[in-house]
């Protein structure tokens, strides 16, 4: 089926077709998240930290409590509390309190944060065009019905 695949893997079969479109999913995004990391690499953060700025940034000017942030992630990290606290120490975002339940801390991104997020969105930008670049219209169509099918429950 994939010749991209074999040659990778260094394999020349698979044990099923189900197993080989398992691993080119896989393959795939991890491509896909390699290219992402080099450009977060360059602004000193992390795809993580960049996941939750744009979740923030979703949310803005009202930021987020630490569990719809957890929710939201695309790569679940198992130390969101740790994540969030060196996007403060940077300078990215700030905690406050929820109006209405103070017990609830929110996280918001700061202006620093949405500046960084623009510097970064040209090349994240050329990522995404690169490899739409490879796709029909229709093909695109039918990879994001099929990885929503992947996903589901």
Do not use: W
């Given at each position: ?47 993580q930290q960049y ?35 060196r996007l403060v ?26 500046d960084l997020l ?36």
């Amino acid at each position: 089926m994939g010749e991209h695949l074999s040659r990778r893997l260094h394999q020349p079969t698979f044990a099923s077709v189900h197993l080989e479109a398992i691993l080119a999913v896989l393959v795939a995004a991890e491509e896909i998240n390699r290219r992402f990391e080099a450009v977060c690499a360059e602004h000193n953060i992390t795809v993580q930290q960049y996941n939750v700025l744009r979740i923030l940034r979703g949310a803005h000017p009202d930021g987020h409590p630490r569990c719809d942030i957890m929710d939201r992630m695309i790569q679940r990290a198992p130390d969101v509390t740790r994540l969030i606290n060196r996007l403060v120490s940077q300078g990215y975002a700030m905690r406050d309190r929820s109006h209405e339940d103070g017990r609830l801390s929110i996280t918001v991104i700061t202006q620093k944060g949405l500046d960084l997020l623009e510097t970064m969105q040209a090349d994240m930008s050329t990522i995404e065009r690169e490899l739409a670049s490879r796709l029909s219209p229709d093909d695109v169509a039918t990879l994001a019905r099929l990885c929503d099918v992947l996903i589901q429950p």
